[in-house]
């Protein structure tokens, strides 16, 4: 493929017998390497986009999540607590009791999703650090304290304390109950909570989360033992296969155990059907971008018909001379590919380096975050090259071989 690609290089370079084909070649270059660009740094911001949510979703989801697959509550006993937390690899867990409840503070009133959990529950993940005012602590002696998501303290204004001030009241329906005309409240069990801290994680959990002890959900829902689920922290060095696997033998059948990217499974998929929906419609429009060339083979085949003489007189057959056009072709869908993908790695790397373009105010990231991953790379020299190939191949095929035939017949 030497002499193809040497005679190739040297017509791409060379001034076309007539401007028009110099200008398309260059508007087909140009064309490939805008797209190629696009493509790039489209697919980069969603990858920085998913990053982004990634890390704030996993900063709040435990590493396994192990729940009833049938039901809402489940009860495990204490020798099976005991094995589960002796799990090589875990390096915490937590009961877990979470129910929907409503909060009032003075006039004001929600319906949160109330999460009781351990007093030393801020190991689970480092939750403490998403702490936006007050402090991470869920019991002080014998008072139950509460952490509000930054969206129910907006609500409720509620005043974070700094000692027992008992703020909240928190009301849920007696179970087995019938609610009462006369007296609504002798349905409803009712008890009171500080708010000593807000968190903020970026994520729908803001909007109606709060922190409680579990031994307060459960005298408050009057449950029992009753658990809705156990999340697990693993240390660096587990392998997520093996304690998956050693937590659903010890648990058994009945049960549903997710990771951190499982519980948010919906999200995430979302996510990813976005991003190569854009990816198929920056492909497509490569695709329009390609019928430039297509235009520019046949006319390039046009401008070299009396060079056909000169390659059949030095001994040139029908196959050399389609390799030099498709050689021609490539390295001009080549030198665009590369030179968008160059170019599109300048902008990415500029943005995250300078962070250029900014969203509005009132956002959790101020500036768009990319990331740029092999991937994509290899993922967008396949769309180029199966975009290319067609369009480079179909003119020649059709064009050479005609005025092959024809300078055969002269001769």
Same mark, same amino acid.
């Given at each position: 493929?030497?002499?193809?690609?040497?005679?190739?290089?040297? +017509?791409?370079?060379?001034?076309?017998?007539? #401007?028009?084909? %110099?200008?398309?070649?260059w508007v087909s270059l140009l064309s490939i390497t805008v797209c190629t660009a696009?493509?790039?740094?489209?697919?980069?911001? @969603?990858?920085?986009? %998913?990053?982004? $949510?990634?890390?704030?979703?996993?900063?709040?989801?435990?590493?396994?999540?192990?729940?009833?697959?049938?039901?809402?509550?489940?009860?495990?006993?204490?020798?099976?607590?005991?094995?589960?937390?002796?799990?090589?690899?875990?390096?915490?867990?937590?009961?877990?009791? *979470?129910?929907?409840?409503?909060?009032?503070?003075?006039?004001?009133?929600?319906?949160?999703?109330?999460?009781?959990?351990?007093?030393? =529950?801020?190991?689970?993940? /480092?939750?403490?650090?998403?702490?936006?005012?007050?402090?991470?602590?869920?019991?002080?002696?014998? +008072?139950?304290?509460? !952490?509000?998501?930054?969206?129910?303290?907006?609500?409720?204004?509620?005043?974070?304390?700094?000692? $027992?001030?008992?703020?909240?009241?928190? +009301?849920?329906?007696?179970?087995?109950?019938?609610?009462?005309?006369?007296?609504?409240?002798?349905?409803?069990?009712?008890?009171?909570? *500080?708010?000593?801290?807000?968190?903020?994680?970026? *994520?729908?959990?803001?909007?109606?989360?709060?922190?409680?002890?579990?031994?307060?959900?459960?005298?408050? *829902?009057?449950? #029992?033992?009753?658990?809705?689920?156990?999340?697990?922290?693993?240390?660096?060095?587990?392998?997520?296969?093996? $304690?998956?696997?050693?937590?659903?033998?010890?648990?058994?059948?009945?049960? !549903?155990?997710?990771?951190?990217? %499982?519980?948010?499974?919906?999200?995430?998929?979302?996510?990813?059907?976005?991003?190569?929906?854009?990816?198929?419609?920056?492909?497509? &429009?490569?695709?329009?971008?390609?019928?430039?060339?297509?235009?520019?083979?046949?006319?390039?085949?046009?401008?070299?018909? %009396?060079?056909?003489? &000169?390659?059949?007189?030095?001994?040139?057959?029908?196959?050399?001379?389609?390799?030099?056009?498709?050689?021609?072709?490539?390295?001009?869908?080549? &030198?665009?590919?590369?030179?968008?993908?160059?170019?599109? @790695?300048?902008?990415?790397?500029?943005? /995250?380096?300078?962070?250029?373009?900014?969203?509005?105010?009132? =956002?959790?990231?101020? =500036?768009?975050?990319?990331?740029?991953?092999?991937?994509? $790379?290899?993922?967008?020299?396949?769309?180029? &090259?199966? !975009?290319?190939?067609?369009?480079?191949?179909?003119?020649?095929?059709?064009?050479?071989?005609?005025?092959?035939?024809?300078?055969?017949?002269?001769?």
């Amino acid at each position: 493929m030497k002499l193809p690609f040497f005679v190739a290089r040297r +017509y791409f370079f060379a001034r076309k017998s007539r #401007q028009l084909i %110099q200008l398309i070649s260059w508007v087909s270059l140009l064309s490939i390497t805008v797209c190629t660009a696009a493509l790039f740094i489209v697919l980069s911001v @969603f990858n920085g986009l %998913q990053g982004f $949510v990634t890390d704030k979703f996993n900063g709040f989801h435990a590493d396994l999540e192990l729940s009833s697959r049938e039901g809402r509550d489940f009860v495990l006993t204490s020798e099976q607590l005991a094995a589960l937390r002796g799990i090589e690899g875990v390096e915490y867990m937590s009961e877990v009791c *979470t129910d929907m409840a409503v909060i009032v503070c003075e006039d004001r009133q929600f319906i949160v999703n109330l999460k009781g959990v351990e007093a030393d =529950y801020a190991r689970l993940k /480092q939750i403490d650090t998403t702490v936006y005012s007050g402090q991470f602590l869920l019991q002080f002696g014998e +008072y139950p304290l509460a !952490v509000l998501g930054r969206g129910v303290e907006q609500v409720l204004q509620a005043p974070i304390a700094d000692f $027992v001030t008992n703020s909240l009241r928190v +009301y849920y329906p007696k179970r087995g109950a019938s609610l009462s005309a006369a007296n609504p409240m002798q349905s409803l069990n009712s008890e009171s909570l *500080t708010p000593v801290g807000s968190f903020f994680s970026a *994520t729908d959990y803001d909007e109606n989360y709060v922190f409680a002890p579990i031994s307060f959900v459960r005298r408050l *829902t009057g449950r #029992q033992n009753e658990l809705t689920s156990l999340e697990f922290r693993l240390s660096p060095s587990a392998s997520l296969r093996q $304690v998956t696997a050693a937590v659903e033998a010890l648990a058994g059948e009945g049960f !549903v155990l997710k990771d951190a990217f %499982q519980q948010e499974s919906e999200l995430y998929k979302a996510m990813r059907t976005e991003k190569w929906a854009i990816f198929a419609i920056l492909s497509f &429009i490569l695709l329009i971008a390609s019928f430039n060339m297509i235009g520019m083979m046949a006319l390039l085949v046009l401008d070299k018909k %009396q060079d056909l003489g &000169i390659f059949r007189a030095m001994g040139a057959d029908l196959p050399l001379i389609r390799k030099i056009f498709i050689a021609e072709g490539m390295l001009i869908g080549g &030198i665009g590919a590369v030179s968008g993908l160059l170019i599109g @790695f300048v902008c990415c790397y500029l943005q /995250q380096t300078f962070h250029f373009i900014r969203f509005g105010e009132g =956002y959790e990231v101020s =500036y768009y975050p990319v990331a740029m991953h092999w991937s994509d $790379v290899v993922g967008i020299f396949a769309v180029v &090259i199966c !975009v290319l190939i067609p369009a480079v191949l179909w003119p020649v095929s059709r064009l050479s071989g005609q005025l092959f035939r024809e300078r055969m017949r002269h001769e």
